[in-house]
């Protein structure tokens, strides 16, 4: 007889017997949700389980936001703030429009008709 689990059923049972709960279904109920009715072998195996789990929390935790200077700051805490954002592509708007439309980036490299040096035509 194991009595660590013989006293750990007794707390249980006891502490649902506080409540009012006097039912066999309502005592061995709390028995299942406090895994009292489980081998030895389920419990040990479900412990592992959740030790597993715990290890893979914190190794997806560490993979998405990596120590990227290894001074404990993350990739998050050098973005800029959404403000700064928004003057930095206010101003090169700015920029673009302030523009002639012949210095613009957007400009052609080639000639059209208004581009030309016409000579003057006399009217007849």
Do not use: C, I, W
């Not at 039912?23 to 009715?37: F, K, N, R």
């Amino acid at each position: 007889m194991n009595t660590n689990r013989v006293n750990a059923a007794a707390g249980v049972l006891h502490a649902a017997m506080q409540q009012g709960k006097s039912l066999p279904q309502s005592l061995a109920y709390g028995l299942e949700a406090a895994g009292l009715l489980q081998s030895p072998e389920s419990a040990a195996e479900l412990v592992a389980l959740r030790a597993r789990v715990a290890e893979l929390e914190t190794t997806l935790a560490d993979l998405t936001e990596p120590d990227v200077d290894g001074a404990g700051r993350t990739y998050e805490s050098y973005q800029p703030e959404p403000a700064a954002l928004h003057e930095a592509a206010a101003a090169k708007l700015r920029g673009f429009f302030a523009e002639d439309s012949y210095v613009s980036p957007l400009h052609h490299d080639y000639r059209l008709g208004h581009d030309l040096d016409l000579p003057e035509v006399p009217h007849a």
